[in-house]
């Protein structure tokens, strides 16, 4: 539908949108993540929009999304052992302890 809607074009479709109440805002994202239980949704290079009608917010979201279960990266662990000089076992604990953060895990290990 290249025209829009029914031929309307898309300036004629936001001011009708606007006449209804309904507000659309595109928002400039580079990821999308979506926290399931032991899980994530990860959408890359995503269009997203938020829509506002009579004070609910909606939000589309589309682009490339692939699964991820829930862990430590092998480059994160790398990272920390590197940083910390302690084995990997020791560095995936700390990772799985800090919930992900580098930064926290390498404290973890240096303290």
Same mark, same amino acid.
């Given at each position: &539908?290249l025209g829009g809607l029914g031929g309307i074009?898309? *300036?004629? &479709?936001?001011? &009708? ?8 805002e595109e928002i400039d994202a580079k990821r999308?993540?979506?926290? *399931? !239980? ?14 506002? &009608? ?13 699964? !991820?279960?829930? /862990?430590?990266?092998? +480059? +994160? ?5 590197? =940083?910390?000089? *302690?084995?990997?076992? !020791?560095? *995936?604990?700390?990772?799985? =302890?800090? =919930? /992900? +953060?580098?930064? !926290? ?5 240096? /303290?």
């Amino acid at each position: &539908m290249l025209g829009g809607l029914g031929g309307i074009n898309p *300036k004629q &479709m936001q001011a &009708m949108m606007k006449q209804m109440g309904i507000k659309q805002e595109e928002i400039d994202a580079k990821r999308v993540i979506i926290e *399931k !239980e032991g899980s994530r949704i990860v959408i890359e290079n995503p269009s997203v929009q938020k829509i506002t &009608m009579q004070g609910q917010e909606s939000w589309q979201i589309t682009g490339e999304a692939h699964e !991820e279960a829930d /862990g430590v990266s092998r +480059d +994160d662990i790398c990272l920390v052992v590197e =940083k910390t000089n *302690k084995t990997e076992e !020791e560095a *995936k604990e700390a990772l799985e =302890k800090s =919930k /992900g +953060d580098i930064a !926290e895990a390498i404290l973890i290990l240096s /303290g």
